[in-house]
Structures are given as structure tokens and as C-alpha cells.
């Protein structure tokens, strides 16, 4: 097998924190994922676009076998898996390896509302990862203040608003100290008024250098905040590349036309 060539005194390619390849993904006999593959690299933001059942959320959701594949295999931060066909899934501990790793920010907030903001982020570093309660709350209190609710530490989930509810779970993903975060459509389920609080937050962690591949239809926020960018149609990787070729220059008739409809949206 032949080797890639390098050219002489360039840096060695580092090894992606995530690679995804070759994933296939059904449920019954829809065919969703039909060998998707995606490779980032630490300190990367990587956007995932395209209409809704293109399979954008369950290639999101198989990163972290929230969905187990049928095929192919996944990397993250040095844990490997293989799938094929009705081989076994990874082991509790193979499984809770690969994601304390991954950390990921869903539609809904799914908070525990008989527990405090403080205590919903320091419940995960405590009972899992074994920290001490100081330490955590420690902790806890300076992702709030990064999230911009340090003084809603004591209420319950139930007196926040839906933007403060997500920048909590933010703050909750983070807590445990992942090397890649997922987000799988943060804002669809807030109220436009709201949406913007929360996609700042996400932007600063893409500013302080976190890993992160995100689902999202707010295309200005993905142009903005994306090193690249990945458009998903009918369960492929249709076509990926740098954010600034992908939103003005595609190539894929699809991506065209998915786009025209974003560009006369903001012209209108």
C-alpha cells in the first residue's frame, strides 16, 4: 500500500479527535445513513445542513451511539469501534468511555426539574466521573458565569426561560469536560426571541477553540461560525467543504438549490 506524500519540512497531519467512516444506519427498511463518513480535527467546527430527514440528527446521533450502526466504523479521542451487520454492541464500559468524550446539547433541554441549575451540572462529574462536590461546583459556577447565569445557580428548571433552560444543558455538556461537543439543532425548539442568547454562547466556545459538529438550520449562524461546512441529502454526505465555498460556491445541484431558498429568505 502506497503512502501519502508529504513534502519535505511540512508538519505531520495531525489524527482526527472524531472520524466517522463509512456509517450505515436503518431503521426497519428505511435506509437513513448510507455510509456517511466525516473526519474533524481538534479545535474544528464542523456544520451539518440540509432539509429535515436528509439524516443530518442520526449520523449526529450515531457519533455517539446514541444510535448503534449497522456499518462502518468510529473514532473518538483515541477509542476505536468497528460495527458489521448483528455484531454486538460496545460493552457499558466501552460505551461510557467513548462518551465521556462526547458531549452533546439536544433540541429539548431535558433538565431535572426537581434539581437546581447547580445541581443539575455537577449530578454527571459527581455520580459519574467521581469528582468532589467542591470540585464540581468549582466548576459549575464558572460555566455558568461563561453561559451568563452564575445567579440562577440555586433556582429550579422550571423558573428559567427556554433560552436560559438550554444554556444550562450547555453548561451541563461541558461540565464534563468532553473533547467534542454535539449539538443537534439547539434552537429549533426556542422562541425566536431566544434563539440568538444561545447561538452566542456557541459561538464564544467556537472562539475558545472547542470541538464541535453541529445540526443546525440557522444558516447565517453556520456561515458565520463554521470552519466547514457538510451538506446531507437522502442519507449521503452529498458534498463538504470549507464554509465560505459551500454557502457561495456549491457545486451540488441540491445544495443549489437548498441555498437559493436561504439567500432569497434574507433578501426578502
Request: net charge neutral; aromatic share 4%.
Amino acid at each position: 500500500m502506497s503512502t501519502p506524500f508529504t513534502p519535505p519540512g511540512a508538519p505531520p497531519q495531525a489524527a482526527p479527535i472524531l472520524e466517522a467512516t463509512a456509517i450505515h444506519k436503518s431503521f426497519g427498511d428505511h435506509h437513513v445513513l448510507k455510509g456517511v463518513s466525516l473526519s474533524v480535527q481538534a479545535g474544528e467546527v464542523v456544520t451539518l445542513i440540509g432539509a429535515s430527514g436528509s439524516g443530518k440528527s442520526t449520523f449526529l446521533r450515531c457519533m455517539n451511539l446514541l444510535e448503534m450502526p449497522e456499518d462502518g466504523q468510529l473514532g473518538v479521542a483515541g477509542h476505536s469501534f468497528a460495527f458489521k451487520g448483528a455484531s454486538r454492541a460496545p460493552k457499558d464500559a466501552q460505551l461510557a468511555a467513548l462518551r465521556a468524550n462526547i458531549g452533546m446539547v439536544f433540541q429539548h433541554f431535558n433538565l431535572f426539574p426537581h434539581m437546581t441549575v447547580l445541581q443539575n451540572i455537577i449530578e454527571g462529574p459527581v455520580q459519574v466521573q467521581g469528582k468532589r462536590p467542591d470540585e464540581a461546583k468549582a466548576l459549575a459556577m464558572t460555566l455558568l458565569g461563561k453561559v451568563g447565569l452564575a445567579e440562577k445557580a440555586d433556582q429550579h428548571p422550571g423558573r428559567l426561560s427556554g433560552g436560559q433552560k438550554q444554556r444550562v444543558a450547555i453548561a451541563r455538556a461541558l461540565a464534563m469536560q468532553p473533547a467534542v461537543m454535539l449539538f443537534d439543532e439547539p434552537t429549533s425548539a426556542l422562541d425566536p426571541e431566544l434563539v440568538g442568547e444561545v447561538l452566542a454562547v456557541i459561538r464564544e466556545l467556537a472562539a475558545d477553540g472547542m470541538t464541535m459538529v453541529l445540526v443546525t438550520h440557522e444558516m447565517a449562524f453556520a456561515a458565520h461560525v463554521s470552519d466547514r461546512i457538510g451538506f446531507m441529502r437522502d442519507g449521503v454526505m452529498a458534498e463538504i467543504g470549507p464554509a465560505e465555498d459551500i454557502m457561495h460556491r456549491p457545486k451540488d445541484p441540491k445544495l443549489v438549490s437548498f441555498l437559493e431558498r436561504f439567500h432569497a429568505a434574507r433578501q426578502g
